[in-house]
T-cell receptor
């Protein structure tokens, strides 16, 4: 089993839709979790950290389920500008504090 | 602007060339990272430096040689690369190389090995 797994997609949704991505991790001792966004041919940028209690930032909601070892990202009211690849990052997945990236989930929002 | 710059942005080199990639950060961070991103693959961590000391070498071939002369600069020296080394090379920094720190990435160097 890979340390961090994501469905690569693409998720193809219309503007205004709600879309959710999951990311599973294998190491139950993982310490911290993040979602990054990467636009085509650009560097990854932090979208949001994921806290145990769940957190929300505008249209974006991130949740952590330690029992089932996954994190999720929910995007409400999708915009065209949300089209990107969303990377799940887990720290401590390999038994160390080195971050492990998932391969990313591609989102395409169309008019 | 993320405060992390990389040069050059694009590089084409032959297999016998020697070149260096440079990363510079203006964030006052203590940890610096080199990643490789190939098409359709997740980011692959190559090296980690913490307070200028290399703390992680993720089984990277010796044709890649990192150097961290100070906490603001990180280099990746390239020598006798292979075509499969063509990729986007990303530098990142974080406050410290512990688990709860977000990373800030530079724009990357897109490398093509002929």
């Amino acid at each position: 089993r890979k340390e961090v797994e994501q469905d690569p997609g693409p998720f193809n949704v219309p503007e205004g839709a709600t879309v959710a991505f999951n990311c599973t991790y294998s190491n139950s001792a993982s310490q911290s979790f993040f979602w990054y966004r990467q636009d085509c041919r650009k560097e990854p940028k932090l979208l949001m950290s994921v806290y145990s209690s769940g957190n929300e930032d505008g249209r974006f909601t991130a949740q952590l389920n330690r029992a089932s070892q996954y994190i999720s990202l929910l995007i409400r009211d999708s915009k065209l500008s949300d089209s990107a690849t969303y990377l799940c990052v887990v720290n401590g997945a390999g038994g160390s504090y080195i971050p492990t990236f998932g391969r990313g989930t591609s989102l395409i929002v169309h008019p | 602007e993320t405060g992390v710059t990389q040069t050059p942005r694009h590089l084409v080199m032959g297999m016998t060339n020697k070149k260096s990639l440079k990363c510079e950060q203006h964030l006052g961070h203590n940890a610096m990272y080199w990643y490789k991103q190939s098409a359709k693959k997740p980011l692959e961590l190559m090296f980690v430096y913490n307070f200028k000391e290399q703390t992680e070498n993720n089984s990277v071939p010796s044709r890649f040689s990192p150097e961290c002369p100070n906490s603001s600069h990180l280099f990746l020296h390239l020598h006798t690369l292979q075509p499969e080394d063509s990729a986007l090379y990303l530098c990142a920094t974080s406050g410290r190389s512990s688990g709860d720190n977000e990373q800030f990435f530079g724009p990357g160097t897109r490398l093509t090995v002929l």
